[in-house]
């Protein structure tokens, strides 16, 4: 089993960093956060252009109880 007491005695000699591109974190944070909020917009005005096609085909609340095709 191979466990990890301390780093300092693992590490060659040199190295101060266990992982690559140590640093970057708040890089890829503020990277994600930025396609996380895109995305909803685009969401939301995909779905708003969507429900305004329907609204302006005039079916009414009650149109689906008589099976029109494409509702």
Do not use: C, Q
Not at 31 to 44: G, N, T, Y
């Amino acid at each position: 089993m191979a466990t990890v007491t301390s780093w300092v005695e693992t590490l060659n000699a040199g190295e101060t960093v266990i992982y690559p591109f140590v640093g970057t974190e708040w890089l890829w944070l503020i990277i994600a956060i930025a396609f996380w909020i895109v995305w909803h917009v685009r969401s939301s005005a995909s779905e708003t252009e969507e429900n305004d096609e329907l609204a302006s085909k005039g079916k009414g609340s009650d149109d689906y109880k008589s099976n029109i095709a494409n509702w």
